[in-house]
């Protein structure tokens, strides 16, 4: 893991194959200051599939006015030939979310 925000709402991650990733929970969210979130990971850690990053209160986010969505973006996508993405929604960790082609 590249970086966990101090507001524990964002966090970015880095493959071995040099994939930059930035996972943003909700909208506006760093408001929050760190409000409803809970790190599972702290900054330099290597993850796993499947390994808890981050646990959130989404009911209570949604009721202090934010919106939930949660972006999950290739930051570096220029580095690669494709980029495709599955809007299915809601994913739990055996879902394919991004499918980066180098």
Do not use: C
């Not at 930035?22 to 760190?34: E, S």
């Not at 202090?64 to 972006?71: E, I, L, R």
């Amino acid at each position: 893991m590249v970086s966990l925000f101090p507001t524990k709402h964002a966090i970015g991650l880095l493959s071995n194959d040099g994939v930059e990733l930035l996972i943003h929970v909700g909208l506006n969210t760093v408001d929050l200051n760190g409000k409803f979130f809970e790190a599972h990971v702290k900054q330099g850690d290597q993850i796993k599939q499947g390994q808890t990053l981050l646990t959130f209160d989404l009911e209570s986010i949604r009721e202090a006015g934010y919106v939930t969505q949660t972006p999950v973006v290739v930051t570096n996508t220029g580095n690669y030939s494709d980029v495709k993405h599955d809007d299915l929604g809601i994913k739990n960790s055996n879902n394919v979310m991004l499918t980066v082609h180098i």
